[in-house]
């Protein structure tokens, strides 16, 4: 069973790593049309060509949710 401390590792772990590579990283979990309008929306928002951005994970999780992070540069922020 996972703590609140793990989140809070994992969290604190994730922001060392966004300002290592100089990445922002935003995780999503959704259902899946959800999910997809949300990814659509951000790689509008944010191309590619101009931010580097991908979907740089995604699992289906159980009743046909999705889990996504998205990266970018911060760039646009």
């Known amino acids: 069973m996972r703590q609140p401390r793990d989140l809070a590792a994992r969290m604190a772990a994730r922001r060392r790593e966004t300002l290592k590579d ?3 990283r935003v995780t999503f979990t959704l259902p899946r049309e959800k999910a997809r309008a ?3 929306e951000l790689m509008r928002r944010y191309p590619r060509a101009a931010y580097m951005t ?3 994970s995604w699992s289906v999780l ?3 949710v999705i889990e996504f ?3 970018r540069l911060p760039s646009a922020d």
């Open 38 to 40: 949300k990814a659509r």
């Open 62 to 64: 159980p009743d046909d």
């Open 54 to 56: 991908e979907i740089e």
């Open 69 to 71: 992070t998205v990266r």
């Open 22 to 24: 100089g990445y922002k």
